[in-house]
């Protein structure tokens, strides 16, 4: 496999800018081109504020990268099967730079950044037998086989998350659907469609979504715009350049990012809202990557950020160490003066805070598990 010195970054065939190396080969270096300043927008406003220069990516905790083009990158389940594929090739994933990953997500990532020279890896073969696909995926996590890492992960569209998952498209939409991991419960895409109803029901804005064949949990792409048109995401985690592996993440922060972001009071209480329900739920699967912002251009032409819908809401009771990923005023058992107070700070009153918590907990009460 050829090593990537140099990547051009683009957004719907434009340059965004160039992104490389620093001479010793451990950090990530980005510019923006030109053109992209004059009237594009910044692809991450805390770590990549638009403007010119050179902007150098810190060694931690990112080994070096920065978080927006870690959000473009598989984790979990698909660097696990980027792994398997490139064994077979003879190659080990170990001594890649994020450039080369990079390389290797090309235009096939999810989101709207691309990434050229595209490297190829394995075969571009898409498959919708979802049956298979699922006893495939199996196979290859429980170290039967490694034949089809190669199909798995192409048809995985370079998602994140430690479940198996395949892109599909039908005449409704582009769609992500999930399927079990070999620790999963039999019934696990029906607890996750149930999951979204409640969520729906609580006034969480959630993508459509629906069980395939009765049994693979499907969630329509909002990376993806109606007319087709790829949207550009970054989690919180590539905003706020954390890491998976160190949750320090408190909802706090969450609210703050959103309100700084957005400009948009409905936006905030939408993620106040997501917090009661992870909580009175027992979702604690609520990590940094599970909050995204999408960019929108209205009508004037003015590029805009807005929190995403909710996803990846499921019951989870593991969690970190048998917490929540993310804590509320800096506690994983947050009474109800703790979620007040991080509504409060954020400028929110205490009424509407109150609220809030009522309207979610009278509609999911057969998902309650936590009481505030």
Known sequence: MKKIDKLRVKYHGRVVGTLSLTPDDRLCVFEYDGAWLSGGFSISPLELPLKAGLFIAKP??????????????????????????????????????AL?????????GMGALTYEPIT???????????????EKALEVLREQQDTDAGLLLYNSGNSGGCRPKAIFSDEEGHW???FRHTYDPQDMGRQEFHYNEVARRCGINVPDFKLVKGTYFATKRFDIAQSGERVHVATAGGLLCLSLQNPVLDYGNLLALTGFLTREPKDVEEMYRRMVFNYLTDNKDDHCKNFSYVVQKDGLGKWSWRLAPAYDLTRCSE??????????NNTGFPKLEDFLAVGTKIKMTKQRCLEIVDEVRVNCEDLLSYEI
Do not use: M
Request: a negative charge; zero cysteines.
């Open 319 to 328: 969690g970190y160490n048998g917490q929540h990923a993310t804590s509320v």
């Open 176 to 178: 992500l659907i999930k």
């Open 120 to 134: 190829l890896v394995g075969g571009e073969e898409e498959a919708q037998d979802f049956d298979l696909l699922q």
């Open 100 to 108: 080369d990953r990079l390389s290797i997500v090309g235009n096939g």
């Open 60 to 97: 931690s905790p990112l080994y070096g990268d920065f978080g927006i083009f870690e959000d473009s990158l598989p984790d979990g389940y698909g660097r696990y099967l980027l792994h398997k594929a490139l064994l077979r090739e003879g190659i080990d994933d170990g001594s890649l730079s």
